[in-house]
């Protein structure tokens, strides 16, 4: 496929450390590292891994908050995006904070069309229209955010990111300060946009029940490294990589009764400052053999799968 | 994980329950480690009247035993679980039984809780940080506990603490007592609580959503070190979490709860086999599957909101709902044995 909306190329970000003869020393913390991927218009791309592999580092690249140390970063939008408007946007996890309080919801939600010089009249309009889309009615409009519950400040997190209509949303664990039952309707709303709208999702989330609802393909990081990368039904079906394995396997699961202990990942993840020598994840990995800790594996594709990609020396 | 929670030095087996081990607790006949009779929790509301936040609970836990409490925010999980150990808050008003070995502990004095907290049963939360102390060693904090309720000596307490770190599997354990909790990854210091919460070996552990917080793999870690102490210790456990999925690999007997009062209560197998109230139904349904795709999630109508209505409380939300639901508040009735559920259209 040509054309991608979205090409990272040996991405990486890795922050000098303060801090006691830190910084003269040289020393820099891996948060992203090496990592090459790309995303087809209308596709959703899952990020997983566990906390500290660098998620949400590299979704803030991709939202431009952030910038990258090394390594290229291509978005190729499909229509201009005139008056400052931007191809991609962000919402985050915590649906509290991350509304100016004192502010109404229609000049929250108008805010990016107000910073491009759009009036307030048109800015309405188009206020009332994102509202909708997210199932809010237009009274909301001259409300409060503390006036509206979790889930649906989240869905007035998510009329913010639509309403300069962008073609890729970065989505930072969105659903994971909600209840559940609130959680299956904002899936279902962000499932429902993307349909409509052909928006893509950089979809950050630790859920593999979510990541497998909403999610064409999966990447799964591990101290900044891409581990696996794959189309969603192929790595739910056969993780190829032992990291995803494990993750996969950790996932608690209704209908298997009570848990048998012992199959669990061992230890935690390691410092990103001082990473494992050649394969990052060797200190804890259940196949690991001498080759895993003197050389960095490939992320290559599977000879019987070439569509899903993993980076091992033994993958399945 | 070498685990070893007897590795008493020079401890006096004077606690509540003995030196550990279900065998020791002896209980006549059939009567439960911990039976809740109608618990409620109330708060002052608007206009000098009082709203609760548990209404009417009624549960028992046998030792060794897992009771799982699920539901949404705000339904009272905390609340139920802060009664058990006297910490609600003061302007709260507790109601009802809670009988603990036999006693009613909701008529106890201050003192007497306090004797009990730690000792007897101890709870763990979702953030370690409110159980700890920020300025004080982990080490340090567990010996405490020693000191308070088993009369150890300063030294002894000290060995005994690193022992427990090392029983909760803390690599390093000698070193890291001398660390404070903020330097230890989120994991680590929950272990670090719950070697603290079973210093004495509780015949009870209350758990609040204590893997809320952690990535899967160490939730997976930390369930199983709760296993394992209740599989050693034969504590009882009160496990509370928005979790279904979470409490279905633990319990033994699931609570539901909905708006403070509980809806469903049941064997975990039967629960999980066949949910019968509309709202575990509805939650075991709009929990999106890691094995299934399906087009569109089934969803529950509306939140959580407190009703003042005199009906059931799901009522608003429930597409069973009828007339005959909003007239009284549906009872728990035990429609097959060991299942009870409180909803009008299971019942009848
Ligand atoms: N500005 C910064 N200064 C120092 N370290 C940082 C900074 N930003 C990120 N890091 C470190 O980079 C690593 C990756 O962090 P990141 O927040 O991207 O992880 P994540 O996968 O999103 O984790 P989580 O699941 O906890 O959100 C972590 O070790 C983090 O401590
Ligand atoms: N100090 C208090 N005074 C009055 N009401 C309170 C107080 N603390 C809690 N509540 C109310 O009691 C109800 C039950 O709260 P509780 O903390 O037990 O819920 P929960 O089920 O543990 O929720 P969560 O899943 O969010 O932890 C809530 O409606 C809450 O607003
Ligand atoms: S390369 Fe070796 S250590 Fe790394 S995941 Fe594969 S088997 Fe495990
Ligand atoms: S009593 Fe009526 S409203 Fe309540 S759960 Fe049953 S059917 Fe629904
Ligand atoms: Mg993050
Ligand atoms: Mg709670």
């Known amino acids: 496929m040509s054309n991608p909306l979205l090409e990272i190329d040996r991405l990486s970000v890795h922050i000098p450390m303060r801090g006691k003869g830190l910084l003269s020393s040289g020393i820099k913390l891996r948060a992203v590292d090496e990592v090459s991927l790309t995303m087809q218009r209308g596709e959703t791309l899952a990020i997983v891994g566990e906390s500290g592999s660098g998620k949400s580092t590299l979704g803030y690249v991709v939202a431009g908050l952030r910038q990258q140390t090394g390594g290229s970063l291509k978005i190729t939008p499909s229509r201009p995006h005139q008056n400052g408007r931007k191809p991609v946007q962000i919402i985050f996890q915590d649906p509290f904070s991350a509304l100016d309080p004192r502010m109404t919801v229609e000049d929250i939600i108008g805010e990016p069309l107000r910073l491009m010089g759009q009036d307030r009249g048109t800015r309405r309009g188009r206020v009332l229209e994102v509202l909708e889309q997210v199932g809010m009615p237009a009274e909301a409009a001259q409300r409060y955010p503390h006036q509206f519950s979790g889930g649906q400040r989240q869905r007035l997190a998510i009329a913010r990111a639509l309403i300069g209509d962008p073609e890729l949303i970065v989505a930072d664990e969105p659903l994971s300060a909600l209840d559940v039952s609130i959680q299956s309707k904002i899936l279902n709303l962000m499932s429902d946009i993307k349909e409509r709208h052909g928006i893509s999702y950089f979809f950050i989330s630790h859920d593999f029940g979510v990541v497998r609802h909403l999610a064409d393909r999966v990447a799964v990081l591990y101290l900044g490294r891409l581990m696996e990368l794959a189309p969603a039904d192929e790595i739910f079906a056969n993780p190829a990589h032992p990291y995803t394995r494990a993750l996969m396997d950790a996932v608690p699961r209704i209908g298997r009764g009570r848990r048998k202990r012992g199959q669990v990942l061992k230890g935690e993840i390691p410092t990103p400052l001082n990473p494992p020598s050649g394969c990052v994840f060797h200190t804890r990995c259940p196949r690991a053999t001498a080759i895993c800790s003197t050389e960095r594996p490939l992320l290559l594709p599977l000879v019987s799968r070439p569509a899903q990609l993993a980076a091992c020396h033994h993958k399945e | ?348």
């Not at chain 2, 079973?198 to 552990?205: D, E, G, S």
Request: hydrophobic share 40%; glycine share 10%.
């Open chain 2, 1 to 348: 994980m070498g685990l070893n929670l007897s590795i008493d030095t020079a401890v006096p087996a004077s606690s509540a329950f003995g030196s550990g081990g279900a065998a020791k607790v002896q209980r006549p006949g059939n009567q439960a480690l911990l039976e809740v009779r109608e618990l409620t929790v109330s708060f002052p509301g608007e206009g000098g009247s009082r709203s609760n936040v548990v209404s009417g609970l009624n549960y028992r836990i046998e030792a060794g035993e897992t009771l799982g409490v699920v539901g949404e925010s705000g339904c009272g999980k905390t609340m139920t679980s802060l009664a058990l150990m006297g910490l609600v808050p003061t302007a709260g008003n507790v109601s009802g039984q809670i009988m603990f070995g036999g006693r009613n502990l909701a008529d106890q004095k201050d003192r007497e809780w306090r004797r009990m907290r730690g000792r007897d049963a101890a709870m763990i939360f979702q953030e370690p940080m409110t159980a700890m102390n920020p300025v004080m060693t982990v080490g340090r904090q567990i010996a405490e506990v020693l000191i308070r309720h088993e009369g150890l000596s300063r030294r002894d307490a000290a060995d005994r603490s690193v022992g427990l770190l090392e029983a909760v599997g803390i690599p390093s354990a000698r070193r890291r007592a001398d660390d404070y909790p903020h330097q230890l990854s989120g994991g680590m210091r929950q272990r670090a609580m719950i070697a603290m919460a079973l210093a004495c070996k509780p015949r009870l552990l209350v758990a609040d959503e204590p893997t809320t917080a952690l990535d899967v793999t160490i939730q997976a870690q930390i369930l199983d070190l709760i296993l394992e102490l209740q599989e050693d210790t034969g504590m009882a456990v009160q496990f509370i979490t928005h979790n279904l999925a979470v409490v279905s690999e633990l319990a033994h007997h699931i609570l539901v709860m909905y708006a403070g009062r509980g809806v469903e209560y049941a064997p975990a197998e039967k629960l999980f086999e066949r949910p019968l109230h509309p709202y575990t139904r509805g939650l075991i349904a709009t929990l999106p599957d890691p094995d299934r795709k399906v087009a569109k999630l089934p969803v529950i109508p509306g939140g959580l909101r407190s009703s003042r209505s005199p009906g059931c409380p799901f009522a608003g939300r429930c597409s069973l709902a009828s007339d005959i639901c909003r007239a009284a508040i549906p009872p728990m009735i035990e429609v097959e044995p060991g299942h009870h559920v409180a909803c009008l259209k299971v019942s009848q």
